[in-house]
């Protein structure tokens, strides 16, 4: 393999690691907003999440120069081909994000949390612990961490199901109902990040062995 080729596909490695990177401090943040009430670093995340989207299309802008440039084969060739449905599933985690901190925003202005909360709390942590597994899972190229990933899912979707009829149920005198409105939206973006998750650990699949499984 030539030098250059080389050298050129650990650069796109090296800038999909620091996009999952900047992915996963934009989900820290926005757990800090809803969980801790730290609303004073939504500014900070906006800003993080706009750069996430920068090295987003910076990344598959590069990796279809070297795509076109080079024709690579075999193991390159799945690995450039994935690496544009990876860098699209790290945007839209960030994505979840912001719109988590943005509903915590608005859940903020009403006098009373609900109760479900605490639920809510043990639910977002288990989805960062899905981001952060896939992200390892990719740095390693470690097909049994990623294909364990789609079972740690199972618990979030477990959370999402239980949150959800909660959410549903009826209202409490005088409980308002957009509070609960706005933890739906919380809750089904943390489901869609735990999915984007499960999505990185089968690509990593598809490109150590050639199948998603």
């Known amino acids: 393999m030539a030098p250059f080729f080389e050298r050129q596909l650990q650069r796109l490695r090296t800038d999909l690691l620091r996009l999952g990177a900047l992915v996963e401090t934009t989900c820290q943040l926005s757990y800090?907003?809803?969980i801790e009430g730290n609303l004073t670093t939504i500014d900070l995340l906006l800003q993080r999440e706009q750069e996430v989207d920068r090295q987003y299309h910076q990344l598959n802008q590069d990796a279809i120069e070297i795509l076109t440039l080079h024709?690579?084969?075999?193991?390159?060739?799945r690995f450039l081909a994935s690496l544009l449905h990876l860098s699209r599933d790290l945007e839209r985690i960030g994505d979840y994000a912001?719109?988590?901190?943005?509903?915590?925003?608005?859940?903020?202005?009403?006098?009373?949390?609900?109760?479900?909360l605490a639920e809510v709390k043990a639910m977002f942590e288990r989805?960062?612990?899905?981001?952060?597994?896939?992200?390892?899972?990719?740095a390693d190229l470690d097909v049994e961490l990623a294909a364990a990933i789609a079972l740690h899912?199972?618990?979030?979707?477990?959370?999402?199901?239980?949150?959800?009829?909660?959410?549903?149920?009826?209202?409490?005198e005088p409980e308002l109902v957009e509070p609960r409105l706005l933890l739906l939206v919380v809750i089904r973006n943390l489901e869609r990040m735990?999915?984007?998750?499960?999505?990185?650990?089968?690509?990593?699949c598809f490109i150590v062995n050639g199948y998603p499984h």
């Open 32 to 34: 800090g907003v809803l």
């Open 127 to 138: 989805s960062l612990l899905l981001v952060s597994e896939s992200l390892s899972a990719v």
């Open 71 to 77: 024709a690579p084969v075999a193991n390159d060739l």
């Open 153 to 172: 899912d199972d618990a979030v979707d477990a959370d999402y199901s239980r949150i959800y009829s909660r959410l549903c149920s009826p209202l409490a």
């Open 98 to 116: 912001v719109e988590i901190a943005t509903a915590a925003q608005h859940l903020f202005a009403y006098p009373a949390t609900p109760a479900v």
């Open 194 to 204: 735990g999915d984007h998750a499960t999505k990185i650990g089968e690509r990593v």
